[in-house]
């Protein structure tokens, strides 16, 4: 056999379609529910190959919904487009009249929560003929072809991730910024380990991306500056990507903690109908247990021996405080 092409059955196999990752699924009756040993063959090729592809799937809104299921929770979206009756679905429908938003950046969904999405399932409803495509890139890939110096640099390094692109979805009014600061309140800057190790696997993943990470913890945002845009430029290396072309009734589950994607918006304004659920993950965590302030350290804002936060006695005050210190 083939060892591009892993067997269940003489109907079910999982082939590879990418040298570092993706892989075609055929043989999947969504029909009826997936029982135990096709779920765990089917997992076990996602960890494996970071990106499965099943075409002319034939499965349902609330099929998808199940077979997300299976790899646990749901989440619910803060801000993509979703239904109200059903808010794990998002549903996005682009054309003419509604221009694609933020999605033609690489990214790994969600990584401004304290524990990002473990996979995102997306199926193609209505998608045109021509242009569309979504990339996939391998960071674990990216991660194997640095130099050992470079991932000696990087491995026990943090980096804070924050909203990105949607705080612009707050207009610039009271109201406006009154809601942008309650949902900086549910979730507020988080860190990820730079180097993160995918918890069944083992291996190492570049775990920053230009959406949602803001700088190395320990390093001013110039500082970090230079090294995470090396760091997130390895997902623009062709090798490393899996480009895919949709077409109506194609489902793809991709693993979060090892893949980064890419929404190519050449298409627009044409219609492109997509479907989409997101599946619940663990909180980070790489291969080495470290604290990046205690490797980094900062050119500027020195710390007094000891440590600690140094703030040269400033600290936010009230109106009233400000006048009574006039007063003095």
Request: aromatic share 10%; with cysteine.
């Amino acid at each position: 056999m083939d060892d591009v092409v892993k067997k269940l059955s003489s109907t079910l196999e999982i082939e590879q379609i990418g040298t570092y990752l993706g892989a075609e699924v055929h043989g999947v009756d969504f029909s009826k529910p997936l029982d135990n040993e096709t779920f765990e063959f089917i997992n076990a090729g996602l960890c494996e190959h970071g990106v499965l592809v099943f075409r002319d799937a034939n499965i349902t809104t609330e099929g998808q919904m199940a077979f997300g299921r299976m790899f646990g929770k749901l989440t619910v979206h803060p801000f993509s487009p979703n239904e109200e009756e059903r808010p794990e679905l998002i549903i996005f429908q682009n054309d003419e009249n509604n221009a694609p938003y933020s999605t033609d950046v690489w990214h790994s969904d969600e990584t401004f929560r304290e524990s990002p999405p473990m996979a995102t399932c997306l199926r193609a409803t209505d998608v045109p003929k021509v242009g569309g495509d979504t990339m996939f890139s391998s960071m674990s890939a990216a991660y194997e072809g640095l130099p050992d110096r470079m991932k000696t640099l990087i491995t026990g390094l943090e980096a804070i991730h924050d909203l990105g692109p949607f705080r612009r979805l707050f207009p610039n009014t009271p109201e406006g910024i009154k809601q942008r600061h309650e949902f900086e309140e549910m979730y507020p800057n988080v860190t990820h380990p730079v180097v993160r190790e995918h918890p069944v696997t083992g291996k190492l993943a570049i775990f920053v991306n230009p959406q949602f990470t803001i700088q190395i913890k320990g390093m001013t945002e110039a500082e970090s500056r230079p090294l995470l845009q090396q760091l997130f430029d390895l997902a623009k290396i062709p090798e490393y990507q899996y480009r895919h072309h949709w077409y109506n009734d194609t489902m793809i589950i991709w693993d979060n903690r090892s893949v980064q994607h890419y929404a190519v918006h050449d298409y627009w304004p044409k219609r492109r109908y997509m479907e989409r659920v997101t599946i619940e993950g663990d909180k980070t965590f790489g291969p080495v247990d470290a604290d990046a302030e205690d490797s980094v350290k900062s050119r500027k804002n020195p710390l007094p021996e000891g440590g600690g936060d140094n703030f040269g006695g400033h600290a936010p005050k009230r109106p009233h405080e400000r006048a009574a210190e006039k007063a003095k």
